[in-house]
């Protein structure tokens, strides 16, 4: 992530994946506050900019452990996804089971229920993909699992239970996408 030229041909999510870790990595550090990392985390999500991507955290400490090296690039890494469709029925995720790095959630005139309570997680950032038309979509995380809501909402509700302080060493689940006459809850449960 020393220059643009670096990041040019990635693909946007890849940087936002990057950029993310890098700002959980400089909160732990105590290098920003939380207010900075709150306000940093809701531009890396919202945009499409490579270069925005680039500018959040062109002058943080880069954080150098093996796993974040850039080398580490292949671009199949993004065919690791999951899906889950009910429509006119309900569907669940329970018990032990591993997390994809995005999941694909559709829900019409339905109920989705994901409970991430003994999921192991593959990737410390998972993106949930939600269109939740007529129907319910509840997600169960346990205490230490971060929640990022950025979700869509026309004459429906969305509410987020999960605890408000960010905790940067733990997974952070990401959701994104529409909810029309319907309702997301997030929750928090042992």
């Keep these: 992530m020393n220059s643009l030229v670096e990041w040019k041909d ?7 994946d990057k950029v993310i870790s890098q700002l959980k990595y ?27 991507l ?24 993004y065919r690791n996804r999951d899906m889950l469709v009910s429509v006119m029925s309900e569907q669940k995720r329970i018990g032990n089971w591993f997390s994809s790095k995005q999941l694909r959630v559709i829900t019409v005139m339905g109920a989705s229920e994901i409970d991430f309570r003994d999921v192991r997680f593959k990737s410390d950032l998972l993106y949930i993909s939600l269109d939740c038309w007529f129907g319910e979509v ?34 952070t689940i990401v959701i994104e996408g529409k909810v029309l006459f319907g309702e997301l809850a997030i929750k928090e449960k042992t």
């Design 138 to 171: 509840r997600v169960i995380v346990p205490p230490g699992v971060n929640v990022i809501s950025n979700v869509l909402t026309i004459a429906a509700a969305a509410g987020n239970k999960n605890r408000t302080r960010l905790d940067p060493n733990a997974p």
């Design 54 to 77: 680039f500018s959040l955290v062109a002058d943080l400490p880069k954080d150098d452990s093996p796993e974040t090296q850039e080398s580490d690039y292949k671009p199949d890494v």
């Design 26 to 52: 400089n909160l732990g550090k105590d290098h920003l506050e939380i207010e900075e990392f709150d306000q940093m985390m809701r531009v890396a999500l919202s945009t499409q900019s490579k270069s925005e």
């Design 10 to 16: 990635r693909p946007v999510k890849y940087l936002r």
